[in-house]
Nanobody, 122 residues
Framework: QVQLEESGGGLVQAGGSLRLSCTAS??????MGWFRQAPGKERDFVAG????????MYGDSVKGRFNISRDNAKDTVYLQMNSLTPEDTAVYYC?????????????????WGQGTQVTVSS
């Protein structure tokens, strides 16, 4: 069983940066992912990282702006978000999956955090 808790969300102006953190209790030997969901929209894949941090994957809309990393010694995964735009406004969720491949569908993930709000003002 894994419990996930996100932090680091908030209000930022367009062009600014935020770093989200997700701390896990229990085993960290999982693929970790970040998803986001805006009002009235589906939950979309943002980024994923393999259990050892050697492989990463990004959604097309965030490539070159966001960076996912993890520190297994601290049971924490991070999402560094740069050059933020109002279109990045959403609730951001941390997720974990027990199989080895990074996958983009939300249905592939077994555990979820409660989410943290990110609001980007224009």
């Amino acid at each position: 069983q894994v419990q996930l808790e996100e932090s680091g969300g908030g209000l930022v102006q367009a062009g600014g940066s935020l770093r989200l953190s997700c701390t896990a209790s229990g085993r960290m030997a999982y693929v970790m992912g970040w998803f986001r969901q805006a009002p009235g929209k589906e939950r979309d894949f943002v980024a994923g990282i393999s259990a050892r941090g050697t492989n990463t994957m990004y959604g097309d809309s965030v490539k070159g702006r966001f960076n996912i990393s993890r520190d297994n010694a601290k049971d924490t995964v991070y999402l560094q978000m740069n050059s933020l735009t109002p279109e990045d406004t959403a609730v951001y969720y941390c997720a974990a999956k027990s199989r080895t491949l990074i996958r983009t569908p939300a249905s592939a993930y077994d555990y979820w955090g409660q989410g943290t709000q990110v609001t980007v003002s224009s």
